[in-house]
């Protein structure tokens, strides 16, 4: 998960913790530079070597910041099941996720929420 959606990631682990105890989905998140102190992690939280993963991002523009949390998480040994996003504002980001083979799924597009 890219900082942007931080608080869409930790909704929606709480909500899956609440109606689902014994099988919660994990939250983590993906910092934009590994941290330059302490343990130098890119990756904080719930996260492990072979987990599949959702990302999840509040809006994709370009599909830069995504791509990149998709690297690092890939890095680590995650698999990636797909992209969740708000919005997609129809400028590539979409296409670019799903040239690497990872789907996309948004909640809104651009169009969406100016035709509506």
């Known amino acids: ?6 608080p869409i990631s930790l909704a929606v682990g709480m909500t899956s913790a609440a109606k689902h105890p014994a099988e919660a989905l994990q939250v983590f998140t993906v910092r934009k530079e590994p941290k330059g102190h302490g343990a ?13 993963v959702i990302v999840v ?7 830069g910041s995504t791509l990149k949390a998709i690297d690092a998480i890939e890095r680590a040994g995650g698999k990636i099941a797909f992209c969740l996003v708000l919005v997609d504002r129809e400028e590539g980001g979409r ?3 799903e040239a690497r083979g990872i789907h996309v799924l948004p909640l809104f597009t651009r169009t969406t929420l100016l035709d509506g």
């Not at 719930?46 to 599949?52: I, L, M, P, Q, V």
């Open 1 to 6: 998960m890219t900082l942007g959606a931080d």
């Open 40 to 52: 130098g992690k890119q990756i904080e939280g719930n996260f492990k070597a072979g987990d599949n």
């Open 95 to 97: 296409q670019a996720i």
């Open 57 to 63: 991002d509040d809006v994709i523009t370009t599909g």
